[in-house]
């Protein structure tokens, strides 16, 4: 497709997307108490996304995606966070 062709499919979309996460942010500003690695994860993500070179979206994927190779133990939780807590010792909130 050309790019025009891929404006006119495909723009409303993504502008609704931006929106909502745009609102998602001020939510989160507007919130009390302290942030988890949820968001740290978020951030770094919108900086992979400014970029301007080709493979965006998995610049994003990997900055929400736990890059270790070994099975842990134990599950932290019963479901998924989105995001990995990191090297730092984090631990994911309990669903």
Do not use: H
């Amino acid at each position: 497709m050309t790019r025009q062709q891929v404006l006119d499919l495909y723009f409303m979309d993504a502008r609704c997307k931006l929106i909502d996460l745009a609102a998602f942010l001020d939510r989160v500003d507007r919130g009390t108490g302290e942030a988890d690695f949820r968001l740290a994860a978020l951030q770094n993500s919108l900086k992979a996304l400014a970029g301007s070179e080709a493979s965006r979206a998995e610049k994003v994927l990997l900055t929400l995606s736990d890059p270790t190779v070994e099975p842990v133990a134990k599950a932290l939780g019963k479901g998924a966070v989105g995001a990995w807590p990191g090297a730092s010792g984090s631990k994911a909130p309990m669903p």
